[in-house]
């Protein structure tokens, strides 16, 4: 059973970088058919696409974060990450590490780790 | 970008209830659109992909139709652990957009 796990720092300062790791289990992140991505929700609100990235090293961004945003891998690890940069209060969120799998019609996010809360404050 | 209009907001409704939430594309995706659940606190679980197959595991009161810009999630029958909040995914073009989301209470 695949199993992706979020890591990172719970909170980050203002302006700083923000950094989050996920470990996936069960499965290899060398996979022709899954994109990796992430996911955010700021508390209370709906859900946000950050971004994917495919097993080429394919990235795929959300236009409104595009400017801040970094997904990368690690296949030997079974890892892949993400930094967001210049971050404000605005990116205070429980951020979802998840994998889509490719049906032919699109592409979903049947897994998903179980969150981290990250808070940006000073 | 393409954006996604997901209604209603909220829905109160009894148990045994019939459900129905729709999303409405700005532009044609085809089938690319998703469904998922999600309890409080709790990570989103995806119940229909390509529009309208039912995700391996999940009840068959669960059903999606539609294509091209207007879908709809239907619950027949609402159970009590159906109450929660239920969102659309659009993924065309490898851009994906979530709806706002639909929060389904009990009447």
């Known amino acids: 059973q695949l199993q992706l796990q979020e890591s990172g720092p719970g909170l980050v300062k203002p302006s700083e970088t923000l950094s989050l790791t996920c470990n996936v289990s069960?499965?290899?992140?060398?996979?022709?058919?899954?994109?990796w991505g992430w996911i955010r929700q700021p508390p209370g609100k709906g859900l946000e696409w950050i971004g994917c990235?495919?097993?080429?090293?394919?990235?795929y961004y959300n236009p409104s974060l595009k400017s801040r945003v970094t997904i990368s891998m690690a296949p030997s690890r079974d890892q892949f990450s993400l930094k967001v940069t210049s971050v404000t209060a605005a990116d205070t969120a429980v951020y979802y590490c998840?994998?889509?799998?490719?049906?032919?019609?699109?592409?979903?996010?049947?897994?998903w780790g179980q969150g981290t809360l990250l808070t940006v404050s000073s | 970008a393409i954006q996604v209009t997901q209604s209603p907001s909220s829905l109160s409704a009894s148990v045994g209830d019939r459900v129905t939430i729709t999303c409405r594309a700005s532009?044609?995706?085809?089938?690319?659109l998703g469904w998922y659940q999600q309890r409080p606190g709790k990570a989103p679980k995806l119940l229909i992909y390509?529009?309208?197959s039912l995700q391996s595991g999940v009840p068959s009161r669960f059903s999606g139709s539609g294509s091209g810009t207007d879908f709809t999630l239907t619950i027949t029958s609402l159970q009590p652990e159906d109450f929660a909040t239920y969102y659309c995914?659009?993924?065309?073009?490898?851009?994906?957009?979530f709806g706002q989301g639909t929060k389904v209470e009990i009447k």
């Open positions: 998840a994998r889509a799998r490719y049906s032919g019609f699109g592409s979903q996010f049947e897994y």
């Open positions: 069960g499965g290899s992140i060398n996979s022709s058919t899954h994109y």
């Open positions: 990235i495919f097993y080429t090293g394919s990235t």
């Open positions: 532009q044609d995706i085809g089938r690319d």
């Open positions: 390509a529009a309208s």
């Open positions: 995914l659009q993924d065309y073009n490898y851009l994906w957009t």
